[in-house]
């Protein structure tokens, strides 16, 4: 992907680059083939579920309402960083005028924090629904939630940098093309690294750090039932049992639920990511690295299925995959029902929770 291709220069931004160097067009082929089925499934798939979604808004549960908004993140990335990408290979050159080379380049970045923070955010909430079910109880379910606008906001604040680092540039005589300049030779190192550590590292760092705490919290709370269906009930009673344990003894089913859907995208996230980065740190630091093979051209594409991934898996845990989002996109009695239903869970399960922690004190 092109967001960090960039020239490096020694002093300021009337520096040009070396040369118009020609590129490998059976290479271009081959990215203008991935990203066009890549631009098409990310659009329809996250476009179907979004609406779908929308016409549910009346009865989105919290889980939904992060789901939806990673659609619109993921929508983010095929139409303002997948699209512009194709279109950009296809003309080999950056057609239009600086103000849109520096607003593509923030709506890139965008796109990748909006994805990013979206699915950290998610995690953070699954984390208190687990491990502190009072806090979630206390909660009033709102479409604009604080947690999500967080992410919003981090990510238009956090592109801001690409508006002043990139923009239209000579790269040949009377041939422009839309560049970013970074003082040589450790500019450009700095920009990939930060970049890397602030969209992919730090947020996984916290995911992992939720994640673990959730599975222990579940963990307890499977230990808890098996010493109950046992018949240890009163060597438990015996025993104050601690408030994050007893929040978890009412459990439900839905709530597992979504926390393995979480991990199932938190890992979809890793997996398409993890190459992408690995690849941005080798060019930027080896100069020997092979910068214009069909490998690194791929790997670097791996990064945008995930946008058509994280569709897939809400439905897939939803579910039945076609009938379900032919069904989600009907609002009836039926859903409603069931919608009802789920609030009904989730309630009942924080008050099994809260009960348990208040005989335990």
Known sequence: ??????????????????GDEPRDERLARLEIALLSIIFVAAGLLNFG?????????????????????????????AFFQVCPQLMWDITDRFVGPDILCRLVKYL??????????????????????ICNPMVTFQRRRARW?????????VSFVGSLPQVFIFSRVEVAPGVYDCWGQFVAPWGLRAYVTWTTLVIFVLPIL??????????????????????????AAGEAAS????????????????????????VV????????????????????????????SATFTILMLLASLNSCVNPCIYLVFS?????????????????????????ATMVSSLYISLKGLSDCR
């Open 1 to 18: 992907m092109a967001w960090s291709s960039a020239n490096t220069s020694n002093a300021s931004s009337e520096a040009v680059p070396a």
């Open 49 to 77: 579920l979004l609406l779908a979604l929308w016409k549910r808004r009346k009865q989105l549960s919290r889980m939904r309402v992060f789901v939806l908004h990673l659609c619109v993140a993921d929508l983010v990335v």
């Open 108 to 129: 890139q970045v965008v796109g990748m924090f909006a994805s990013t923070y979206m699915i950290v955010v998610m995690t953070i909430d699954r984390y208190q629904a």
């Open 145 to 153: 939630n604080g947690p999500v606008c967080a992410a919003w906001c």
């Open 206 to 231: 916290i995911v992992i750090v939720c994640q673990v705490r959730i599975c222990r919290a579940v963990h307890a709370n499977i230990h808890l039932k098996a010493r109950h269906h046992a018949g």
């Open 239 to 262: 025993r104050p049992l601690s408030s994050r344990a007893s929040c978890v003894v009412g459990l439900s089913k839905a709530r597992v639920k979504t926390v393995k859907m979480t």
């Open 265 to 292: 995208i938190v890992l979809a996230y890793v997996v398409c990511w993890t190459p992408f980065f690995t690849v941005q740190l080798w060019s930027v630091w080896d100069a020997e690295a092979p910068t214009q």
């Open 319 to 343: 579910g039945k995959l076609p009938e379900r989002l032919v069904a989600l996109m009907c609002v009836d009695e039926a859903d409603l029902k069931e919608s009802m239903q789920e609030e």
